[in-house]
């Protein structure tokens, strides 16, 4: 079946560290990977995607490469900031999922000055 | 720029009332859907419609009912609230149904306290 395994948090990092969130993902068919951001109070937004392999998605200096030798498609950022805070989710659609998307459990991501 | 909109934000329920959230959006997609976020649990999907007249059912379905009541409206019912259903909801709309790699759009959510 489709699932998504995401790294635990809390993640808290000092402003300018090196992110990475690891997500990994079990699939039939071809799917498309996303990262999607929360921020307190809010729904969630699309932050980046990555349609099929060897595909990066990027947006607002984070990124993430769909490996599927690895069944993985982690985020990073090089220099996180303040503004960062929030919660990652990361989640797995299209190919054989009929249209919905499997969500992991998200990660909170905590950035200090 | 609506995108989805959802009504209430709020809301407190005693055991056993019933109530409707609704959820509208403006994109003219095809597909929505409902989900529930609890505490360390991510998002769970309840129902989804994945074109105007038709609904399927999610991972947790029991205790909800959904009317897709035309392209831009789908809502969620409550029949008979139980504290378990105490969670942040959810609705969500993208472009294609069955087969999609286009992402969700989601609004800001609907606050749950069933007491």
């Known amino acids: 079946g489709n699932s998504v395994t995401q790294m635990e948090g809390p993640v808290t990092l000092s402003e300018e560290a090196f992110l990475t969130i690891n997500c990994t993902y079990t699939a039939t068919g071809y799917p498309s990977l996303f990262w999607y951001v929360q921020y307190p109070g809010e729904g969630l937004q699309l932050l980046l995607k990555?349609?099929?392999?060897?595909d990066k998605g990027s947006n607002k200096g984070f990124e993430a490469t769909y490996r599927k030798e690895t069944t993985s498609f982690h985020l990073e950022k090089g220099s996180v900031q303040v503004s960062d805070s929030a919660v990652y989710f990361c989640?797995?659609?299209?190919?054989?999922?009929?249209?919905?998307?499997?969500f992991g459990r998200g990660t909170q991501l905590t950035v200090w000055p | 720029n609506a995108g989805v909109t959802q009504t209430p934000k709020f809301q407190v329920l005693k055991t056993g009332q019933s109530m409707t959230l609704q959820c509208a959006q403006d994109?003219?997609?095809?597909?929505m859907y409902w989900y529930r976020q609890d505490p360390g649990m991510g998002l769970r999907l309840i129902y989804y419609?994945?074109?105007?007249?038709?609904?399927d059912k999610g991972e947790v379905p029991n205790g909800y009912n959904v009317s897709r009541l035309n392209k831009r409206e789908f809502s969620l019912r409550l029949e008979s609230a139980a504290p378990s259903q105490t969670s942040v909801y959810f609705c969500?709309?993208?472009?294609?149904?069955?087969?999609?790699?286009?992402?969700?759009?989601f609004g800001d959510g609907t606050r749950l306290s069933i007491l």
């Open positions: 419609s994945a074109s105007e007249g038709t609904t």
């Open positions: 990555a349609t099929k392999a060897d």
């Open positions: 989640a797995l659609g299209g190919g054989s999922t009929l249209g919905r998307l499997y």
């Open positions: 969500a709309s993208s472009e294609m149904g069955r087969g999609a790699n286009q992402p969700q759009h």
């Open positions: 994109m003219n997609h095809n597909s």
